[in-house]
């Protein structure tokens, strides 16, 4: 990985900075506080994005604004990645804004999670560090702040090896041991378990024998009483048999017996309907006579003269209604027409001046006009009189030509009721002669019906003792039913103490099945155990043994070269103990970093993180950080020689890029690129 530039927006006392950097040894210069750290802070947020209890969103973005960014341009393996984050205030909090990742030209928009996965697939870190708030390999192979590799140095010792452990990812070893361990109590307490389920066995096996007896002894009882039973079926068939014989003479008594009820129900109905009939006669009879007498002496006219008759009177009413009409109507116009004068007169008599030439109205002429409309209006009074007389005559003539008509159509309805009688006096005398026929075929039915009757009498006669064999024959079925189901509830018992006990047989068996696998499994459960706790437990603990062996071999060589070039002093050296501390001796005695001058722990601190990132990117080979590497301060408090060493250090680590933060003038004699960082009113500038 190499870095190319980086791009700040609103990030901490930068407004808008823009940084390159090219391969080689790059110093980040400037006075404290100028916001030297800034520039490492933002590169490692442009990378994994915020971390907790790190880099929050409060200490990156700029007070008084609402949004920040950060962008960064980087090459992996001959690859171009441009890689944009953003900050944003939202109510009280700062959060992280989607971002996007540009590859060869190629921009993919990406949330805050998906971003910081796809960098560590680009820098071939374990893809598990996705789901951490740090990443470890980062943070102590490219860029570790000073303070943390002090930290790292001088504090507990367990917690330095569990942070070496986390660092080459061989922590795993003892999660996979302390697994182990929970596993192979959980096997112990599943082993205890199924040995207790298993403790019964041999008395289940003792009862599968008894339940195999008892089996056995059911099934040759069930035989024994199986010609029993079929003995009592065979006598019941034989008595249904009988009692079917019985039944069926039984059944055509019973039809017989219907058919004698039949004749009585046909004879008495007959009878009724004889009855009903003959009353019949009597009403039709009466009716005849009183229609013979409404009609005797009648005479009846042609209808269609009667409706010609009508039709002509008809028509010479219509002609009077119209004549009626139109004289009402000539009435009406006369009366518009008197009106009509006389508001002209009455208005000429008023009038003095023309109402449109605006002229006085000459009197000769207003009489005139006056004159004239009185003719008019007499004129019209002569014919209104003529008029209203003619109108009298044609209402008198009206009236009589109303009676006519009305005359005429009672002529017509009672010549159509004379007809409807005479109608019905033929329907009536047809009707009469249709019952007198029915009287006749009943009385012969009714013989019939009697010499039936005696026939069915007779033949009844013949099952005179059918109830006595079919009591006898019931009698002798109910025993024979007695005697079977006697038989069949024994076989049931015997058949339900077959069943019970091939049931108790089966689940004894799936019992001892069972059993015995849970015995099977304990045993496997058992040697399971074993194998977890003296052969697989010491394995890996073998195993992490020596790899933290080979880690610590390289490692200690690595920290005993570097500090030996930063520290010359024949009485003075350093090596790891197997803890990765520090042992340091001076004059043949061991002394501890605490008691160290400052430039001492700086020496100590750096030949520390150098060794640590030479021996990380030798073992973990996916890692694609290892050209770069980037130190805050890593000379804080070292003499003139020692930042003379310095020089001849980083020139011997065969990286492709160096950053170094460092206020330090002399380090700017060692390095390619210079990068000024000044600070005026809170607000940071850069200067190359």
Not at 377 to 384: A, R, V
Not at 552 to 578: M, P, Q
Not at 630 to 648: C, H, N, R, W, Y
């Amino acid at each position: 990985m190499l870095i190319k530039k980086i791009v700040l927006h609103n990030i901490r006392s930068y407004n808008d900075a823009e940084i390159n950097f090219e391969p080689g040894k790059t110093l980040i210069s400037g006075d404290i506080g100028s916001g030297k750290s800034t520039i490492l802070l933002s590169i490692e947020f442009a990378l994994f994005g915020l971390i907790k209890g790190e880099i929050s969103g409060s200490i990156l973005l700029r007070h008084g604004v609402n949004q920040g960014s950060v962008e960064l341009h980087f090459e992996v393996e001959k690859k171009n990645f441009v890689v944009h984050r953003a900050l944003k205030r939202i109510s009280k909090s700062i959060e992280q804004d989607s971002g996007f990742l540009i590859i060869n030209g190629r921009k993919n928009d990406l949330t805050s999670t998906e971003l910081k996965a796809q960098i560590i697939d680009i820098l071939g870190y374990p893809a598990d560090l996705v789901a951490k708030s740090k990443s470890l390999l980062f943070r102590y192979t490219v860029y570790t702040p000073q303070e943390d590799m002090k930290q790292i140095l001088f504090g507990d010792k367990n917690e330095r090896l569990n942070i070496i452990r986390r660092i080459f990812g061989i922590d795993k070893y003892r999660r996979i041991k302390e697994n182990s361990e929970v596993y192979s109590k959980h096997v112990r307490e599943q082993w205890k378990e199924l040995n207790g389920r298993t403790l019964d066995l041999y008395e289940k096996k003792s009862n599968l024998k008894s339940f195999e007896t008892e089996l056995l002894a059911a099934k040759t009882s069930f035989r024994n009483n199986e010609p029993i039973v079929l003995s009592a079926k065979i006598l019941v068939e034989n008595t249904r048999s009988k009692i079917a014989d019985a039944e069926q003479s039984k059944k055509q008594l019973i039809a017989v017996q219907r058919n004698l009820d039949l004749c009585s129900i046909s004879g008495q109905h007959l009878i009724g309907e004889k009855t009903n009939l003959l009353n019949e006669i009597q009403r039709i009879s009466a009716r005849i006579k009183v229609i013979e007498s409404d009609i005797a002496g009648q005479i009846i006219e042609d209808s269609a003269l009667i409706k010609q008759e009508l039709s002509k009177q008809s028509v010479e009413l219509d002609s009077l209604e119209s004549e009626r009409i139109k004289i009402i109507t000539s009435n009406a116009k006369t009366e518009t027409i008197q009106k009509t004068s006389s508001e002209i007169i009455q208005k000429m008599n008023s009038l003095d001046v023309c109402p449109l030439c605006m002229q006085k109205v000459d009197s000769n002429h207003k009489q005139s006009i006056i004159s004239s409309e009185n003719s008019k209006i007499l004129s019209s009074k002569e014919n209104f009189i003529q008029s209203i007389n003619l109108q009298k005559e044609l209402v008198t003539k009206i009236s009589e030509k109303k009676i006519i008509i009305d005359s005429i159509k009672l002529k017509e309805k009672t010549v159509e009721i004379l007809k409807f009688k005479q109608q019905s006096l033929i329907d009536l005398n047809k009707q009469l002669n249709l019952v007198n026929g029915r009287i006749s075929a009943i009385e012969k039915e009714i013989t019939a019906i009697v010499e039936k009757k005696k026939a069915v009498e007779s033949e009844i006669l013949k099952y005179a003792s059918v109830d006595e064999h079919y009591a006898v024959a019931k009698k002798a079925l109910d025993e024979a039913l007695a005697k079977e189901k006697n038989a069949e509830i024994t076989q049931n018992v015997l058949k339900e103490k077959i069943t019970n006990a091939e049931n108790n047989k089966i689940l004894i068996e799936a019992e001892i099945k069972q059993k015995t696998e849970f015995l099977e499994k304990a045993n496997k459960l058992k040697r399971l155990n074993q194998w977890i706790q003296e052969l697989f437990c010491p394995l890996v603990d073998s195993i992490e043994k020596q790899v933290l062996a080979r880690i610590y071999g390289e490692f200690n060589e690595l920290f005993i070269k570097w500090f030996g070039l930063l520290v010359e002093d024949d009485f003075f050296s350093a090596r790891l103990d197997d803890s990765f501390t520090p042992v340091l001796q001076q004059n043949g005695f061991d002394t501890l970093p605490e008691n160290l001058s400052g430039g001492e722990k700086t020496a100590c601190a750096l030949a520390y993180r150098l060794a640590l990132n030479k021996a990380i990117n030798d073992i973990m080979s996916a890692v694609q950080t290892k050209d770069i590497l980037i130190l805050d301060e890593p000379t804080d408090g070292f003499s003139d020689a020692q930042l003379d060493k310095v020089g001849e250090v980083f020139d011997n680590l065969g990286l492709k890029q160096i950053v170094i933060v460092s206020h330090e003038r002399k380090v700017e004699n060692f390095v390619d690129k210079i990068i000024h960082i000044n600070k005026t009113s809170h607000s940071s500038a850069v200067n190359t």
